[in-house]
């Protein structure tokens, strides 16, 4: 994948989850399921992004598919797991998961 494509996907996830957790971190313990699943996502994710353990990756992939079972009309999650896949190279399957998040 090239340089500037991965470049974009990180600074979109990092304004998507800067925004989100910047709106719900404040009033975290009225957070639905959905929520809180999202954030460890999140937190999984930012770390895969600091230290590439795919120990990581594979957990932020799991509490973002565990976030949309909670809530299937949640975008975020969606844009998250699809920005992963992304990355993974599965193209097919992230632009899926993105025209899904859009609906």
Same mark, same amino acid.
């Given at each position: 994948?090239?340089?500037?494509?991965?470049?974009?996907?990180?600074?979109?996830?990092? +304004?998507?989850?800067?925004?989100?957790?910047?709106?719900?971190?404040?009033?975290?313990?009225?957070? @639905?399921?959905?929520? +809180?699943?999202? *954030?460890? %996502?999140? &937190?999984?994710?930012?770390?895969?992004?600091?230290?590439?353990?795919? @120990?990581? +990756?594979?957990?932020?992939?799991?509490?973002?598919?565990?976030?949309?079972?909670?809530?299937?009309?949640? @975008?975020?999650?969606?844009?998250?797991?699809?920005? *992963?896949?992304?990355?993974? %190279?599965?193209?097919?399957? @992230?632009?899926?998961?993105?025209? &899904?998040?859009?609906?």
């Amino acid at each position: 994948m090239k340089l500037k494509k991965i470049i974009f996907i990180l600074m979109m996830t990092f +304004l998507s989850l800067f925004y989100f957790l910047n709106s719900t971190v404040a009033n975290s313990q009225d957070l @639905a399921p959905y929520q +809180l699943y999202y *954030i460890e %996502g999140a &937190r999984h994710w930012v770390n895969f992004i600091e230290s590439e353990d795919n @120990a990581e +990756l594979g957990q932020a992939i799991t509490e973002f598919q565990k976030a949309i079972e909670e809530n299937s009309n949640f @975008a975020d999650a969606y844009f998250q797991l699809g920005a *992963i896949y992304n990355i993974q %190279g599965k193209s097919q399957e @992230a632009g899926q998961l993105m025209d &899904r998040g859009k609906k």
